[in-house]
């Protein structure tokens, strides 16, 4: 029992210091300083003496860059790893510092993907959309729900994503790479950036409905309304239907039609 509370207490250290993974981010090695900051409590636990505590603080130095809401995935297989190796099982520190280099990319690829380009744009576009809502509300929430919806609707993933990640990560190890791959998150990439464009759609023709209630723009976002539904029935790719919407709203400016 008091191993399982202090791998718990241990975990939730590196947790908290994996938020300044980037906070001395520098070209050479990028965030290699950062990284081995997060893991310094379990280095000083593993390793109480202080010359084979710099040998590993020194083995962890190397260049490493990973995106940093996929990193706690990493600190946890490696604080497993590096455990293991003071018990005296069979892991060398070789095996730790390939899979840092292997593991790295990938998850940078993911994070990438779903977090900055998908995930932040959506909540980003939920909380603007509030502001069309209380447009005549000089209060509080007209003036602060907005950015507080974004900043809520954002961490509510990610910060619950990153310490399960880190556990499951020292829980699992290697075994992680399936439970990433079952996770499926270019269906889940797809599906939010299909749930920003309805959104969208719906935002716009709130908008024609209470501030331009003309004949001829109700029919046209109309139609745009039913495009989107079509084209994500038939899941055509989000960026193909973004700048094709783009492409009918500048044609039918320059016509005159809208």
Do not use: C
């Not at 207490?9 to 590196?14: D, G, H, R, V």
């Not at 609707?153 to 990153?162: G, M, V």
């Not at 749930?195 to 716009?204: D, N």
């Not at 024609?208 to 495009?227: M, Q, R, S, T, Y």
């Amino acid at each position: 029992m008091r191993s399982m509370n202090g791998n718990k207490k241990m975990l939730f250290t590196i947790y908290w210091r994996s938020f300044f993974i980037q906070a001395l981010w520098n070209f050479e090695r990028m965030q290699n300083v950062g990284f081995a900051y997060g893991l310094l409590p379990l280095i000083r636990m593993l390793y109480p003496d202080p010359e084979k505590r710099k040998e590993v603080l020194l083995r962890h130095l190397g260049f490493f860059n990973v995106h940093p809401y996929m990193v706690t995935i990493i600190f946890g297989i490696v604080a497993s790893m590096e455990k293991d190796l003071t018990e005296g099982k069979s892991v060398t520190p070789e095996e730790i510092t390939m899979l840092k280099a292997n593991m790295a990319g990938p998850l940078s690829a993911i994070g990438d993907t779903f977090f900055w380009a998908t995930w932040r744009p959506f909540t980003a576009l939920l909380g603007a959309s509030l502001i069309l809502f209380f447009y005549d509300v000089n209060t509080f929430r007209g003036t602060w729900l907005p950015p507080l919806f974004f900043l809520v609707s954002y961490n509510l993933i990610q910060l619950p994503f990153r310490y399960w990640s880190l556990k499951i990560g020292f829980q699992l190890r290697g075994r992680i790479v399936r439970v990433i791959a079952g996770m499926e998150f270019q269906r889940a990439v797809n599906t939010i950036r299909y749930a920003g464009l309805f959104v969208l759609a719906i935002v716009l023709i709130y908008y024609l409905a209470v501030f331009a209630p003309g004949f001829n723009e109700k029919v046209i976002f109309g139609a745009f309304f039913l495009l989107t539904l079509l084209f994500g029935y038939v899941r055509v790719p989000p960026l193909i239907l973004f700048y094709g919407t783009v492409l009918l709203a500048v044609g039918l400016a320059w016509l005159g039609i809208y």
